[in-house]
């Protein structure tokens, strides 16, 4: 028997179904027979080679630039290592982020529901990431990139308002573009093994974590109106300008011995980089569309940061 969402946050024209459950359901069974252990997969202990890269060079944000031809092995070793942990770090402060809104979301929610019991599944498969990244970048003698303050408080703010098909919506952005890179380190033979390695986990327990994501969001579309769905386009477009905006700390050019100005003039003017950023969100901007969720106002916003 279907029921009415009536929990903070949730519309209450909102139905689960059967259907929907089933989803939850075949995650879950999915999440028993295909889950990492990091402290276990990950060989922790190993050296790490002197040659291979934090990411795949052609992720990196400067390749492509002149700067980047300038720069000895050893700057582009520096640089990639400093980046993923960058990405790395900027994974941790939105998986706390989205560990409240999950369980907002699900609070005084039917426990009986396998929904609720994948939710808290993915809460406790974000935490075991999160340690994961800190201690990977740990291990790459990264220093903890922290967001800018103003960032900061914007990621407060949009983990204690963002509800429904907001919520999910800035959590599939984070996922799907992480996912597309991680995909690629994960194979990159010149790639330092501690970053395939942590690759390869997130990717798997992330694509039950964007399935979950893209059904909440057909959920709570369910019967909405143009008007809250051209709302929350805008309001996910915003997230993903935080978040993509992001990714990489102005830290790491001076971290491998860059001018700082220079290089983030070539990361502006970098087409590569720029074309490597459509790749990557290609097949979220394909879901948003097909939501409804792709509007003018939010496609200028996608546009500008190059996911588009």
């Known amino acids: 028997m279907a029921r009415t969402g009536t929990a903070a946050g949730t519309p209450r024209h909102t139905r689960h179904?059967?259907?929907?459950?089933?989803?939850?359901?075949?995650?879950?069974?999915?999440?028993?027979?295909?889950?990492?252990?990091?402290?276990?997969?990950?060989?922790?202990?190993?050296?790490?080679?002197?040659d291979?890269?934090?990411?795949?060079?052609?992720?990196?944000?400067?390749?492509?630039?002149?700067?980047?031809?300038?720069m000895t092995v050893e700057q582009r070793v520096t640089l990639t290592r400093h980046e993923v942990c960058s990405i790395m770090s900027t994974g941790i402060w939105f998986e706390m982020i989205l560990q409240q809104m999950v369980?907002?979301?699900q609070y005084l929610k039917d426990?009986?529901?396998?929904?609720?019991?994948?939710?808290?599944?993915?809460?406790?498969?974000?935490?075991?990431?999160?340690?994961?990244?800190?201690?990977?970048?740990?291990k790459m003698g990264a220093?903890?990139?922290?967001?800018?303050?103003s960032v900061a408080h914007a990621g407060r703010a949009f983990k204690a308002l963002a509800t429904g098909e907001l919520a999910y919506g800035g959590i599939l952005v984070a996922e799907e573009v992480l996912d597309v890179m991680?995909?690629?380190?994960?194979?990159?033979?010149?790639?330092?093994?501690?970053?395939?390695?942590?690759?390869?986990?997130?990717?798997?327990?992330?694509?039950?974590?964007?399935?979950?994501?893209?059904?909440?969001?057909?959920?709570?579309?369910?019967?909405a109106g143009r008007a809250r769905r051209r709302a929350a386009a805008?309001?996910?477009?915003?997230?993903?300008?935080?978040?993509?905006?992001?990714?990489?700390?102005?830290?790491?050019?001076?971290?491998?011995?860059?001018?700082?100005?220079?290089?983030?003039?070539e990361v502006r003017g970098n087409e590569h980089r720029k074309a490597m950023m459509r790749t990557s969100s290609r097949h979220l901007i394909a879901f948003l569309a097909e939501t409804g969720l792709l509007t003018g106002p939010s496609t200028a916003i996608y546009r500008r940061i190059h996911m588009l």
């Open 52 to 70: 291979a890269y934090g990411l795949n060079p052609e992720w990196s944000t400067l390749y492509g630039t002149a700067l980047w031809d300038e």
């Open 234 to 265: 805008t309001g996910i477009a915003a997230a993903a300008f935080v978040i993509v905006s992001s990714m990489v700390n102005h830290g790491v050019y001076a971290a491998a011995g860059l001018d700082t100005r220079r290089a983030l003039a």
């Open 111 to 138: 426990t009986g529901t396998a929904e609720f019991r994948f939710a808290l599944t993915e809460v406790a498969d974000e935490c075991r990431h999160s340690i994961m990244f800190a201690r990977a970048c740990e």
């Open 103 to 105: 369980l907002r979301d």
């Open 182 to 223: 991680q995909r690629d380190w994960m194979r990159g033979e010149n790639v330092l093994e501690i970053v395939r390695g942590t690759s390869r986990i997130h990717v798997v327990e992330e694509s039950r974590h964007m399935k979950f994501a893209r059904q909440e969001i057909r959920e709570r579309l369910r019967g």
């Open 17 to 50: 179904t059967p259907a929907d459950d089933d989803v939850s359901k075949r995650l879950l069974d999915s999440a028993a027979t295909l889950s990492y252990d990091p402290a276990t997969e990950i060989d922790w202990d190993a050296p790490l080679p002197e």
């Open 143 to 149: 220093p903890a990139y922290r967001p800018a303050r």
